[in-house]
């Protein structure tokens, strides 16, 4: 789309970064929580835009949003698996995998 939030019309970023006025957006909490100068508030919000993503994280973020899945490491996955009571990703696709039982194999 654009390479710097700044250059996209329809971001906030003119507002909460630059100053800019506006008659339709109105400051987040978590935005006002920044600072209490706002200028400082500002500076903060634009620190938060330095960093860009690499490739393999953004690779990672799009597909845990195309499967509404969870992404974090091990620890937080399985306190995610806890709290719902329930395993989370992607199940084993395809058949059943075959068993042994009384010489038999059963599918």
Not at 38 to 64: S, T
Not at 84 to 98: D, E, F, M, N, T
């Amino acid at each position: 789309m654009v390479t710097h939030p700044a250059d996209y019309c329809w971001s906030s970023y003119q507002v909460n970064a630059q100053g800019s006025n506006s008659k339709i957006i109105k400051p987040h909490y978590l935005y006002e929580a920044l600072d209490t100068s706002p200028q400082q508030r500002q500076h903060a919000y634009r620190c938060l835009f330095e960093h860009q993503l690499d490739k393999e994280n953004i690779h990672k973020v799009r597909n845990a949003a195309q499967f509404s899945m969870p992404l974090g490491n091990d620890k937080f996955m399985t306190q995610i698996e806890t709290a719902l009571g329930r395993s989370i990703g992607q199940a084993k696709r395809g058949r059943p995998s075959v068993k042994e039982e009384e010489g038999y194999y059963f599918i």
